[in-house]
């Protein structure tokens, strides 16, 4: 089943009104959820969120389709009108009007919950009569029931155990009219819609409409009371239950003392007083003594009532509805009655539903901190929708809230974040100034190297001898025109289309022995000097060299034939030759200069043998 309550995401303007009005936090508020969303396992049906959304953009469930499903499938489907009815509808001249347009829709049977009032008055009075020392909380209020089950369990017990005044009313209807019946209740809160989820088979309730739904279904069917004859309610027939709208109604219909001296029973309405008044009765029930009637909101002003209804315009309504009613009223027929429907059974019980969250204190003033800078835990200014500061941490705590939605928190935060900005800007225009300058300087430098690139090119271009630069696939980066023209007719008729041939691929251009060279000096990364090489009729003179390693490789070559090479070739080598024959003619003469120095170094000892050592034999 649908959620009873549930925000439309595009309508929401996160004005988060709504989690301010929640009177138990069920709106929840992540930064990863784009809007607010309502978890229906802590809502208690309030509709305090709708009433202040000014977008509209909270929805409850529609019952309408669902109730005319069960009219046009044929089944006997009764109407079980609230008698605040009378205060929604002070536009329509007499409640007969009302009742006929209810019985256009295609209902069976159209009776007042009234007498269901009736019914569980007297299960009040009763109750209260004999009492035995227990005090008890009137189960009248869907909401308050919710707010018990959910938010204080420990109140279960003190719930008297009776039905709705709405539930009391099916059991009787479909004991009148039959247990196949369909029932569907049309009144002002719209958490009587959960009644359909709960209760037995007799007391069942299939669907729930609100005074607004009606309304649309009126409009939709074009059912106007000025077309419509009279018809009143089918029986059995309320007595004073119609005075149930107004909080302490229904303590009138019981007869049950509310005498300040003498009384001991306490009505309450409103969602302050109605969580004020639960925590006393838990905390000092001993003192107060005192049975409680409590109603979130009085019922002729519940949420599934018209907007801007004013309150004791309708209570006057309510209150003249109940005395025309009573004029011409069958009390002995409504005694016996009573009796007759008394046998049911009104008894209920609720059930322990605990959505109470509990963080570790820790966590608590550590967000208190966070959000108060100091840790304090005071009442706080209320815009964040919680009571007091530590309410609005345990929410965060809980998960049901962010710090964002704290006024002070917010402008700390924007405050701070303003001073980052400021100083992420004025480093952001230190940055940019020294950025502007380093382009200045890199353009500059760029200028320069363009400049110094084209001097450096047009040089190598006027050089005589051939200049070639190569990548590692053997591409010509860049050739002079003397190269180009070493090459031959081919290769200027490609530099008209690529000047400087770039980008041509070498081995189509030389032989396998020239460009092989090239190879070399890549792999072995080894400049090759004055290789001469032969090229069709011309021996070339080759040196190449590394200019990156492994990568480009340049080379300068020379055409021996070349007048001007030749007669420097010639005076070069002619220079080495000399150079090197003087260098043996030195060597050689070294070599005799030692030679004869040693000859005369041996002579010399042997002449010095002799002196020493005259011979024995001579005469």
């Known amino acids: 089943m649908k959620p009873l309550v549930e925000i439309i995401d595009h309508k929401c303007k996160l004005c988060y009104a709504c989690v301010r009005a929640c009177p138990v936090n069920a709106i929840q508020v992540r930064s990863d959820q784009a809007v607010p969303k309502i978890m229906p396992n802590r809502c208690i049906g309030c509709g ?31 109407a079980l009108v609230d008698p605040s009815i009378s205060g ?9 009007k009302f009742v006929q347009m209810i019985r256009s829709l295609g209902f069976s049977h159209v009776c007042e919950v009234s007498f269901g009032v009736d019914l569980i008055a007297k299960e009040y009075s009763q109750l209260f009569k004999d009492f035995k020392g227990k005090y008890y909380i009137m189960a009248n209020c869907p ?18 155990p009776l039905v709705s005044p709405a539930v009391a009313t099916a059991k009787v209807v479909r004991s009148k009219y039959g247990n196949d019946s369909k029932t569907v209740y049309i009144g002002p809160v719209i958490a009587s819609k959960n009644e359909s989820e709960m209760g037995d088979e007799d007391g069942k309730i299939n669907s729930s409409l609100t005074f607004l739904e009606l309304r649309e279904l009126f409009s939709e069917y074009n ?8 018809s009143d309610f089918d029986p059995p027939y309320g007595f004073t239950g119609a005075l149930f709208p107004i909080a302490n109604g229904i303590l009138q219909v019981a007869g049950l003392d509310e005498d300040l001296l003498t009384g001991n029973i306490t009505t309450v309405e409103g969602e302050r007083e109605m969580k004020a008044s639960l925590r006393q009765f838990q905390d000092e029930g001993d003192i107060i003594n005192s049975h409680f009637n409590i109603f979130y909101t009085e019922f002729l002003m519940g949420p599934g009532t018209s907007k801007n209804g004013k309150k ?92 964002e939605m704290c006024n002070h928190y917010t402008n700390r935060n924007r405050q701070n974040y303003i001073q980052s900005l400021k100083i992420s800007n004025d480093k952001l225009a230190q940055t940019e100034k020294a950025l502007r300058e380093s382009e200045l300087i890199a353009r500059k430098e760029k200028e320069a190297a363009k400049e110094a690139s084209e001097i450096t090119t047009a040089m190598l271009h006027k050089l005589p001898s051939a200049i070639v630069i190569l990548d590692e696939k053997l591409k010509i980066l860049q050739a002079n025109e003397t190269f180009i023209e070493m090459l031959g007719d081919e290769a200027r008729e490609i530099n008209e289309i690529i000047p400087g041939l770039v980008g041509a ?25 004055n290789r001469d090489i032969s090229f069709g009729d011309k021996l070339l003179n080759l040196s190449a060299f590394v200019i990156r390693k492994g990568k480009i490789v340049g080379a300068v070559v020379r055409d021996m034939g070349a007048p001007e090479v030749r007669k420097e070739e010639v005076i070069k080598r002619v220079t080495e030759a000399i150079d090197k024959n003087l260098s043996l003619v030195q060597q050689i003469a070294f070599l005799l200069g ?20 005259p011979r024995k034999d001579k005469p």
């Open 594 to 613: 030692e030679g004869a120095s040693e000859t005369e170094r041996m002579l010399h000892s042997i002449i010095e043998f002799y002196k020493t050592n």
């Open 505 to 529: 691929d070498l081995k189509t251009l030389l032989p396998y022995n020239f460009y092989n060279l090239f190879s070399y000096v890549l792999i072995n990364n080894e400049s090759v000097q």
């Open 312 to 403: 004791y315009i309708r209570r006057a309504t309510v209150k003249s509805y109940a005395k025309k009613r009573l004029k011409k009223f069958k009390h002995d027929e409504w005694e016996k009655e009573l009796e007759e429907y008394s046998h049911l059974d009104f008894t209920r019980k609720f059930q322990n539903n605990d959505q109470r969250l509990y963080p570790t204190e820790e966590k608590v003033q550590q967000i208190l901190v966070e959000l108060r800078q100091d840790g304090r835990d005071d009442m706080g200014c209320g815009a964040c929708g919680y009571g007091s500061c530590r309410d609005f941490a345990v929410a965060i705590a809980k998960d049901l809230a962010t710090p």
């Open 48 to 78: 305090s969120c709708i009433q202040v959304c000014s977008p509209e953009a909270i929805m409850y469930r529609d019952s309408k389709e669902e109730t005319m499903a069960m009219i046009k499938s044929g089944a006997s489907v009764i």
């Open 223 to 230: 059912i106007d009371e000025k077309q419509l004859e009279f």
């Open 143 to 160: 909401v308050v029931i919710g707010y018990i089950e959910k938010f204080q369990p420990e109140l279960i017990p003190n719930l008297a």
């Open 88 to 96: 929604e509808f002070p536009d329509v001249v007499d409640y007969r």
